[in-house]
């Protein structure tokens, strides 16, 4: 019979403990939790924090890429503008160097005219001076054409064809 009244005996002071361990157990996570809820809330904070941070950076982000659009396609116009000016202004250049080759013609003619008229002393007429003018201009067209220099066309040489 002892070991029937040991048994119960052994199981009650084992089942106390393992009461007590179990309270104790609950008592001290009870003790834990409001540290850990503070830690859990700090944790939350500091995310909710970097959250707003991400969101204010991505914002940034856009406006400037946005910024980066808008540049891009002004200098896309500044530069389709400069290549314009550029072409403007080559043919502009072409044209006025054009001009002058003809102002230098017109200015050898008429200089060889007043030569010959200076050296024969004739009076003439605006319809011999046209006939005169069309065929020194064809004279020195005609050098010109050939690669002489018009300061070296001179009067001496249209004399002939204009008597």
């Known amino acids: 019979m002892n070991d029937n009244i040991e048994s119960p005996a052994v199981w009650q002071v084992d089942g106390e403990n ?7 157990d609950s008592i001290i996570t009870a003790d834990q939790a409001p540290g850990e809820a503070t830690r859990i809330q700090d944790g939350i904070q500091c995310s909710l924090k970097l959250q707003r941070e991400v969101r204010a950076l ?19 116009r500044v530069v389709a503008a400069t290549r314009q000016l550029e072409n403007d202004h080559a043919a502009e250049t072409h044209r006025l160097r054009a001009e002058i080759g003809q102002f230098l ?20 007429s605006a319809k011999t001076l046209a006939e005169h003018r069309d065929r020194v201009l064809q004279h020195v067209l005609f050098h010109k054409r050939k690669g002489r220099p018009l300061s070296e066309i001179g009067a001496g040489e249209v004399i002939s064809k204009l008597l």
């Open 18 to 24: 393992r009461q007590s361990t179990g309270w104790r």
């Open 58 to 76: 991505r914002e940034e982000l856009k406006k400037a890429q946005a910024d980066a659009l808008r540049y891009q396609g002004l200098h896309a």
């Open 105 to 124: 013609v017109r200015h050898r003619v008429y200089k060889v005219l007043s030569e010959h008229y200076a050296l024969a002393a004739l009076r003439f």
